[in-house]
Each structure stands twice: as structure tokens, then as C-alpha cells.
């Protein structure tokens, strides 16, 4: 078992490294979440209620954002957002190719296809003018993703893009990014989906979250999220008089957030800083041993606007005698679960038969050197350094 002590109102494992595996992501939780799910639980009501209420408001109150609408995670956001919109069969929708697969799914369960974009090498994220390369009259929507949480320069893409083109931000990995003018992502005024799944900067094991400022919007999408159905339970239940039975009034899906996930978020959000505090350090040990060796990792992860949720980088493969994949089974087999975000979508099977294009060169070269280290705020810069140790190991071998 690990050891743990109390530091910080953080849990902070003391073993040893080598002993224990070291996940590229892990959750960091306190007694305070613990008491949080225990006072949820004893109240008699776990479904969507209160704190879900409460967890919109302060996210909102936090992002700096009229509306935030929960969810039961980032896609069922990426989804909603996109049909919320009128996105439908027959449409296209951009897509960058380095992504996990809910950019482009959420575009397919609205019927549309999703057009694949490569990426800029340094910033692992898609460019105006990649975008425009792939605007037709079917161009209906592009979701432009936040990739490591690089928080991307919407207005550049916006000032190219036809008006009626809808932009959806994936902004899974880049809850606290920033844009150069300071503000949040989420601020820009386009629908923006977080994601508050277990390896992310909050969580809450699975959820997420649609930031907006149209109000007539949120509330579909309130709607969308149960069914379709305008009052849910829990307005029922605190007000009997009012309702005793619900009506459909639009076909909806079953995307509801519960209490006794939003009871853990609403700690996790005030913990917030002091988690990214701990995320920077590990970033800024990474960041100085790779600077003196030369070796390139994604653009702003040595500023503050970036969230560090992945920390991505690539492997100089011309100065090594093995593979990437060695490379990280290597790292593996000392117990640091490096991976690989992602495979670029436009070479997987399932994509390729949906649809046919031409080659994403960027993409398709990032994607055979791009490794993840771990990093997280239940890492130690104990455990940063000996990430460092063993990957130099390799490097040098």
C-alpha cells in the first residue's frame, strides 16, 4: 500500500516511487470531498438537485460566464452543444485530427460528418488557416479543441470563419487556461464544454459542463439533458403544489449531472488553486531538465495561461536506438505510465471508412514522437524528479 500524509490539505503519497505505479493522471481528494459525498448521501436525495444548482453558479461565478449547464460528461456537452445548434444530418463539422474520439462522435450521434483538420506543430492545436482549407458549403459547425490545455486564440479562427459557421470549444483538457487577454477560456462568448472526468484538473470521477451566455439556449439544453423535459425531478420534489407530473415537450436524452457528483466538484473547484499550484511545479521541474537538453514539449507550458493538464512532448527519435512505443513501455516498466495523446483520428479504422481525405502531414508526423509524462496534484517533485532520472536514463542509453 501507499503511505500517505496530510500536506497542504492534500494527500501526498511518501513511498517510494519505483515500488508504486505512477499514473499519467490521478485525482486528488481530501476528507473534505469524502465528508461531501457522506452529507449527499445522508440527505436522501443523490439524483440532480441542489448541488448541481449550486455547482452551475459557482462555476459560472468562477469562469466569469452568464450560464454554465452540467452534464454527465464532456461529450454528452460536445453533443448537446452541437444539436442545441441545429446540427444535423447532412452537415460537416471540422474537426482537428489530434483529439480524443468525442470531438468527432458527438458530430456523428447529430448525423453530421466530421471533417478532420491537421495542427500546428508546436502548439498541437489547429490554426485559421488549417480550418480554412477545409470550409465547403456543407460547413455548418467547427469544434476547436484546447489540446494539453493550450488555450487557443478563438478570435484569429473567428475573424475567417463565414457567420454562420457555430464554433464549440472543447475545452476538456483547459478548465483555468487562459487566453492572452487574461480571461478564462469559456469567456468567449461560444458554447465551451468542460470535462470533469477522474484524471482531470477537477473532478468529479465523470461529468461536464457547457459554458454560454445565450439564455434562451441554456435552458434547451437544460431541457435536452432530461428527456426533453422542462421540470425536473427535483423542482418536483422540493415543490409539491407546483407539478405533480412532468410532460415532454421536445425528444431529449438522458445527459442529467447528480448531486453526488457536483457535491465532490464544488470542493474540488475551491481547492482549485492550490492544485495548479502543485501542477506548475511539476511542469517547471520538467520544463527546466528538458530546456537544457533541448528537447521540445507543446508550446506555453512554461506560461501560467496553460492549464498543464497533459504535459506532451517530443521524443528527438533521430538520437534514439529505440521506438516511441519501447520508449514509453520502457518508462512503464519503471512504473511511470507515460502514454500517448492521441492517435490522430483520421488514421484510425472506424474514421477512415466514414471518411476519406488526404493526408494530415503534421499530424501524422507529431503523432510517431509525442509521449505524455505524468503529472497531476497528487504527484510529488519527489516524483518529478524521478520521472526526469528515468527518462534521461533512456535518453542516454
Known amino acids: 500500500k501507499t503511505d500517505v500524509k496530510i500536506k497542504n490539505n492534500l494527500f501526498v503519497a511518501t513511498s517510494n516511487t519505483k515500488k508504486n505505479y505512477l499514473p499519467f493522471g490521478k485525482p486528488n481528494f481530501t476528507q473534505e470531498e469524502i465528508d461531501a459525498v457522506t452529507r449527499v448521501m445522508q440527505s436522501g436525495w443523490i439524483g440532480m438537485g441542489n448541488e448541481v444548482a449550486l455547482f452551475e453558479k459557482e462555476l459560472a461565478e468562477f469562469l466569469n460566464v452568464p450560464h454554465v449547464v452540467c452534464v454527465d460528461s464532456c461529450t454528452s456537452a460536445l453533443f448537446l452543444s452541437l444539436k442545441a445548434q441545429g446540427i444535423t444530418e447532412g452537415d460537416e463539422v471540422i474537426v482537428p485530427s489530434l483529439t480524443f474520439c468525442s470531438s468527432a462522435n458527438a458530430a456523428i450521434y447529430c448525423g453530421a460528418t466530421p471533417v478532420f483538420c491537421d495542427i500546428d506543430e508546436n502548439t498541437l492545436c489547429t490554426t485559421a488557416k488549417l480550418v480554412l482549407k477545409k470550409i465547403n458549403q456543407k460547413t455548418k459547425a467547427i469544434v476547436l479543441v484546447h489540446y494539453g490545455g493550450y488555450p487557443i486564440e478563438i478570435e484569429e479562427i473567428k475573424k475567417v470563419l463565414p457567420p454562420h459557421i457555430k464554433i464549440i470549444e472543447d475545452a476538456a483538457h483547459a478548465f483555468g487556461s487562459k487566453f492572452n487577454n487574461g480571461k478564462l477560456v469559456g469567456t468567449s462568448g461560444n458554447l465551451t464544454c468542460f470535462s470533469f472526468y477522474a484524471n482531470k484538473n477537477i473532478s468529479t470521477g465523470e461529468g461536464g459542463a457547457i459554458a454560454l451566455f445565450d439564455a434562451k439556449l441554456a435552458d434547451k439544453i437544460r431541457s435536452l439533458r432530461q428527456h426533453g423535459i422542462s421540470v425536473n425531478s427535483w423542482q418536483r420534489y422540493t415543490h409539491p403544489k407546483d407539478k405533480i407530473y412532468s410532460e415532454v415537450e421536445e425528444l431529449g436524452y ?11 466538484g464544488r470542493v474540488q473547484l475551491k481547492r482549485f488553486s492550490a492544485m495548479q499550484e502543485i501542477r506548475q511545479a511539476i511542469a517547471d521541474k520538467y520544463i527546466k531538465a528538458l530546456d537544457e537538453a533541448g528537447i521540445k514539449y507543446q508550446s506555453l507550458l512554461a506560461n501560467s495561461n496553460h492549464s498543464k493538464h497533459l504535459f506532451v512532448i517530443q521524443l528527438p527519435l533521430e538520437e534514439l536506438k529505440i521506438t516511441r512505443d519501447d520508449f514509453i513501455f520502457s518508462l512503464r516498466e519503471k512504473n511511470i505510465g507515460a502514454s500517448v495523446h492521441y492517435m490522430p483520428l483520421h488514421l484510425m479504422e472506424y474514421y477512415k471508412k466514414e471518411n476519406k481525405q488526404e493526408k ?28 526526469i532520472k528515468e527518462f534521461f536514463a533512456l535518453i542516454d542509453s
Open 254 to 264: 438522458k445527459m442529467n449531472y447528480i448531486d453526488l457528483h457536483a457535491c465532490i
Open 360 to 387: 494530415l502531414p503534421v499530424c501524422e508526423k507529431v503523432f510517431e514522437k509525442i509521449i505524455t509524462l505524468p503529472i497531476s496534484a497528487s504527484m510529488t517533485l519527489e516524483d518529478a524528479d524521478y520521472v
